[in-house]
């Protein structure tokens, strides 16, 4: 029996780096966003998180994350 998962193939996954003292504040305003997407820290001391979205709210959260005060640089 194949047992697709829906809109499986639809998850973006964004490596990105930030100053490891503004994590908490992306956390918050992601959460904040609310459905955009989830931030998870790989690595704190060097400011590394894994942001999930979607291909449908990517661009709006890529938007919201370029207007932020400070610099994120995604990670190829």
């Given at each position: 029996?194949?047992?697709e998962i829906p809109f499986a193939d639809s998850d973006v996954l964004i490596k990105a780096r930030?100053?490891?003292?503004e994590i908490q504040m992306l956390v918050k305003y992601v959460e904040g966003l609310g459905h955009?997407?989830?931030v998870t820290t790989?690595?704190?001391m060097a400011g590394e998180v894994l942001i999930q979205a979607t291909e449908y709210t990517w661009p709006d959260l890529k938007?919201?994350?370029e207007a932020m005060s400070f610099e994120i640089v995604i990670i190829e």
């Open positions: 029996m194949n047992r930030i100053p490891r003292t955009l997407g989830v790989t690595d704190r938007k919201a994350l």
